[in-house]
């Protein structure tokens, strides 16, 4: 039995030990709710930013797993392109509470003298931490004879201009896209849903991962600057998916139980009162009368006899 034990043990560990390269992209922050690997790759599929916009918040894609708020329900992320000349910068929004917004990821496009774009997703530093930037790698632009890479060295910044999406965003006729919605105010075939564990949402973008990349530098300088004066932030972002929402409940647990406490012994106290009062004069007057009036009536019939 001793050596069954072991055995089973040592496998356990060797599968722990297997499993360790994939909880290490765990950022133990909110941004481990929504993956950025996985937004690139909807922007890149998505024909426009309203549809970008409306795939973030599908349920089916599986996708945005974020609950700032701690209200354990999804939050919905709305798009809104901060755009100056060739330069755009899209902003992930999520409304915290009715007076407060926290950005999530803005996605930062550059057109250059040559036609091409260049582009970079970039975490809000409150969700990913500082410099958390993912470009697409060199196996998308070799997959797509219009993505000619431009080498610098040995980085390969690859061009997205045949990216439908980034085609719509820089047709002269665009109309720059400012998301309709927020706070309480959510189309309606919109319907929030309960976060997952990080364990279960993690596997289904994590193979995307092998499709871009992350980067050291912003390449998109242009945009970064036209988005930084626009950045906003929440006091403070839920950093654990539904725990707030535990501990919110907590309190009205408490108060609840000190309420029962409360009112029990007012029951107590008032129901000895209300026996007293309706039982106490019955046996007092009800026997005494009778007996009054048989010595008045036996002495007045004695005295007439």
């Avoid at 919905?76 to 929004?93: C, G």
């Avoid at 970079?120 to 930037?133: C, S």
Wanted: some cysteine; charged content about 25%; hydrophobic content about 30%.
């Amino acid at each position: 039995m001793k050596t069954i034990r072991l055995i089973t043990f040592s496998l356990l560990m060797c599968t722990g030990a297997m499993a360790s390269p994939a909880l290490q992209d765990s950022l133990g922050l909110p941004g481990d709710n929504l993956d950025l690997y996985g937004v690139l790759e909807l922007f890149k599929k998505s024909e426009s930013p309203e549809e970008f916009e409306k795939a973030l918040n599908k349920e089916d894609n599986k996708l945005n797993n974020l609950d700032l708020n701690g209200d354990n329900q999804i939050d919905y992320i709305h798009v809104i392109d901060r755009a100056e000349k060739d330069v755009h910068a899209l902003v992930l929004q999520v409304s915290v509470t009715e007076t407060e917004t926290q950005d999530v990821a803005v996605i930062e496009l550059e057109k250059k003298e040559d036609g091409n774009v260049d582009v970079q997703i970039i975490g809000d530093e409150k969700l990913y931490g500082k410099n958390y930037i993912v470009e697409p790698g060199e196996e998308n632009a070799s997959k797509t004879a219009e993505a000619a890479p431009e080498k610098t060295g040995k980085t390969v910044v690859v061009n997205v201009y045949h990216w439908p999406s980034v085609q719509y965003i820089y047709r002269p006729s665009y109309v720059v896209w400012v998301s309709p919605w927020g706070w309480s105010h959510y189309p309606g075939w919109w319907r929030p849903w309960r976060p997952m564990h990080w364990h279960h949402y993690h596997p289904h973008w994590t193979h995307y991962h092998g499709y871009h990349r992350r980067a050291d530098v912003h390449r998109v300088v242009v945009a970064h600057n036209v988005y930084h004066g626009h950045r906003k932030a929440a006091a403070a972002p839920a950093r654990r998916t539904a725990a707030p929402a535990q501990r919110m409940g907590r309190p009205e647990r408490k108060e609840q139980r000190i309420n029962n406490q409360t009112q029990k012994p007012r029951v107590q106290q008032s129901a000895p009162r209300q026996r007293v009062q309706k039982s106490g004069p019955k046996p007092r007057v009800q026997p005494s009368a009778p007996k009054q009036r048989q010595n008045k009536q036996g002495g007045q019939n004695g005295r007439r006899k």
